[in-house]
């Protein structure tokens, strides 16, 4: 049974960094795309990054040049690098990894910007 187990939340102060993980446990085979989802109290899931098999990226616009999501294809994980936090990016993150067949989420992880 293929599970992706995420960590590295917490609260930070604004203007400070988190990485994140996310790691697949099981035969979850080949992984395609790895996303990075977020959704603050109030509103809808959206996409923060993505990362390809190919190692092509794109991100959400509100993170461009903060964030980095980047993947280690041996450890089956995700990672998101985020620096220069604010506010607004308080959140519960979610990762999410298609295998050529479907996709698989983790259950997410609280990130709180907040003095």
């Known amino acids: 049974q293929v599970q992706l187990v995420e960590s590295g939340g917490g609260l930070v102060q604004p203007g400070g960094s988190l990485r994140l993980s996310c790691a697949a446990s099981?035969?979850?085979?080949?992984?395609?795309?790895m996303t990075w989802y977020r959704q603050a109290p109030g509103k809808q899931r959206e996409l923060v990054a993505r990362?390809?098999?190919?190692?092509?990226?794109n991100y959400a616009d509100s993170v461009k040049g903060r964030f980095t999501i980047s993947r280690d294809n041996a450890r089956n994980t995700v990672y998101l690098q985020m620096n220069s936090l604010k506010p607004e990016d308080t959140a519960v993150y979610y990762c999410?990894?298609?295998?050529?067949?479907?996709?698989?989420w983790g259950q997410g992880t609280q990130v709180t910007v907040s003095s």
């Open positions: 999410k990894m298609n295998n050529y067949r479907r996709d698989y």
């Open positions: 099981g035969s979850i085979g080949t992984i395609d795309t």
């Open positions: 990362i390809t098999n190919a190692g092509s990226t």
